[in-house]
Structure formats: structure tokens, C-alpha cells
């Protein structure tokens, strides 16, 4: 009975609810952190590579894919541009039309494929070329050879590739360039395909390209300090 009347007290309802009314420490202190923002999940799928490989994520500050560059000169310029490589485009040209070993050696060496680079390209290039022109009548074996330069040449430097240039002048296969894999296999595809059709045009412009970009490997050579002693001196006495 006396718990009963207790229960039913108003001077204990009105302390129950002053008690429910005081604020929670922890809740106070978890209102006054501020929101935290999920972290957007990451996608490795979604990530390419550039010319060396890497991830094109990875290629700019802000994580936005890298662009890929267009060629410094075209396919058909076989003379170069009137700038100060202008010298060089007409050596390239040269060499392209009389004696495309020396230009794809020379590109093979400047591409840094490693010692004695030049003569292991040039001379199978050379054996081929003869081959070709001796019982097909043209330069039709070395292609097959050379055309991994081109390849090696945009990707290095994260050009574009033929197939890739198409879309964008025309238009189309627009989703067909999105995938990296598809892309890749036709770019090669139009790699060789350049090298089989205008194999010259396309030595002449990986030339002017690489010697555009890199110097000749015998110009990375260290300086060297050549100590020179001093000449003989006399001691001399002076004439009042």
C-alpha cells in the first residue's frame, strides 16, 4: 500500500522527470563533433596506364586521368618544320629514303634499349632489308621487325596512336577507345600497320620525334676536369 502510494505521488513524478531532463555528457560531447564525410571508394579498374606503364591515375595532382600528346610533326612531313631542328628533319629524311638501317639503328640507340643497341638493330634490320628487296622486290621483312619501336616510342612518351587520332577527328568509336585493353591491341595493330604501308614515312617520324625529345647518348657523357699545373716562376731581385 505504501508503495503504491509513493508510485502514485506527484512530488516523485515531478523528481523522475527532472532527472530525465539533465543532459548526457557523452551525448553532449558527440553532438558537438562535427559530421564525418565517408571516403569515396577507390576503383582500380578504372585506372589505364601511361607510356611507362604506370597508372594514368597517377599522372596528375589532382588524380584526373593524363591526356595523351599528339606526334610533334605528322606522319607525311617528311621534310620536318622550319624551326631549329630544321637541320636535323632534312638528315632524317635523308636517311630514311637511302639508308632507313642507320635511321632505325640510330632511333633504336636513342631510345635507350642499351648497349650496342645500334648494331644490334641495324644489322638485322640490314639482313632483312636485303632479303626483302632480293626475292619480293621490296622492303617487305624488315617491317615486321621495326614496327616494336613504334610502339615503345608512344608509349614512352604517352602519344597518341592512330586509332585514337581517327576517333578524335571523326567522331566515332568513341566507347571503343574508352576500354584501355581494346585500345591498346588496336593502336598496336595500326603500329604495324604503319610501319607495313609507309614503313619509311614512319622512321622518318619517329626520328624527328626522338631527336625532338632526347639527346644523343654520346652527349650524356660526364664532364671531365683537366687539371692544368702552373707554368715555371723564377724569383727575381728588383733594381733600385
Not at 543532459?23 to 596506364?49: D, H, I
Not at 647518348?217 to 699545373?229: H, K, S, T, Y
Request: charged letters at 20%; one cysteine or more.
Amino acid at each position: 500500500m505504501g508503495n503504491d502510494h509513493e508510485e502514485s505521488s506527484p512530488l516523485l513524478t515531478k523528481q523522475v522527470n527532472a532527472d530525465d531532463k539533465k543532459p548526457n555528457p557523452t551525448e553532449t560531447f558527440a553532438q558537438t563533433l562535427p559530421p564525418t564525410k565517408p571516403s569515396p571508394p577507390v576503383c582500380a579498374s578504372s585506372f589505364g596506364w601511361t607510356a611507362d606503364g604506370l597508372p594514368l591515375g597517377h599522372g596528375s595532382v589532382v588524380g584526373e586521368p593524363m591526356g595523351r600528346t599528339q606526334w610533334d610533326s605528322s606522319l607525311f612531313a617528311c621534310l620536318g618544320r622550319n624551326d631549329e631542328f630544321c637541320s636535323s628533319d632534312l638528315e632524317v629524311c635523308l636517311l630514311g629514303s637511302m639508308a632507313p638501317c642507320v635511321l632505325y639503328g640510330g632511333n633504336a640507340e636513342r631510345l635507350g634499349s642499351g648497349a650496342g643497341s645500334f648494331a644490334n638493330h641495324c644489322l638485322p634490320y640490314t639482313g632483312l632489308y636485303l632479303i626483302g628487296n632480293s626475292f619480293f622486290g621490296y622492303n617487305c621483312l624488315a617491317p615486321w621487325f621495326s614496327y616494336p619501336s613504334r610502339t615503345a616510342i608512344r608509349r614512352k612518351f604517352n602519344l597518341e596512336g592512330s586509332c585514337e587520332a581517327f576517333a578524335r577527328s571523326c567522331g566515332c568509336c568513341g566507347s571503343f577507345v574508352e576500354d584501355e585493353l581494346q585500345r591498346e591491341h588496336c593502336e598496336t595493330a595500326c603500329d604495324f600497320a604503319t610501319h607495313v604501308f609507309c614503313h619509311a614515312c614512319a622512321l622518318c617520324q619517329e626520328g624527328r620525334e626522338l631527336r625532338r625529345r632526347l639527346p644523343h647518348p654520346g652527349f650524356n657523357a660526364q664532364p671531365v676536369l683537366v687539371m692544368i699545373p702552373p707554368g715555371e716562376q723564377t724569383m727575381g731581385r728588383s733594381v733600385p
